[in-house]
């Protein structure tokens, strides 16, 4: 079966920092490439960021910029979203997906289940 399996959510301050990961288990990480999703309350879920396989191109959402920073070892078939400066409105279930090609609004067939990271003093 193909999937994610997904870790590093949490609990973090305004501010602060925080690092999750999704791990590829099934398939191989190349030459997928990578999205990251967030679902908050209320609203739909929506495509944060993504990264290409074949030269690590990223994308990111205007509500992310500069602030988040995508990655990826396919060594360890493994993606990373680095989260900086995190805010109230980061909070959220963090979904991690492999699809052909990058970008925000590009299709992803597989998916993790999520982690959550919740933002609050």
């Known amino acids: 079966q193909q999937q994610f399996v997904e870790s590093g959510g949490g609990w973090v301050q305004p501010g602060g920092s925080l690092r999750i990961s999704c791990t590829a288990s099934?398939?191989?990480?190349?030459?997928?490439?990578i999205a990251w999703f967030r679902q908050t309350p209320g609203r739909e879920r929506e495509a944060i960021s993504s990264i290409s396989s074949s030269d690590g191109r990223t994308y990111y959402a205007d509500s992310v910029y500069g602030r988040f920073t995508a990655s990826r070892d396919d060594a360890k078939n493994t993606a990373y979203l680095q989260m900086n400066r995190v805010k109230p409105e980061d909070t959220g279930l963090y979904y991690c997906?492999?699809?052909?090609?990058?970008?925000?609004?590009?299709?992803?067939?597989?998916w993790g289940q999520g982690t959550q990271v919740t933002v609050s003093s």
């Open positions: 099934g398939f191989t990480l190349h030459p997928h490439a």
């Open positions: 997906a492999a699809g052909l090609i990058a970008g925000l609004k590009q299709r992803y067939d597989i």
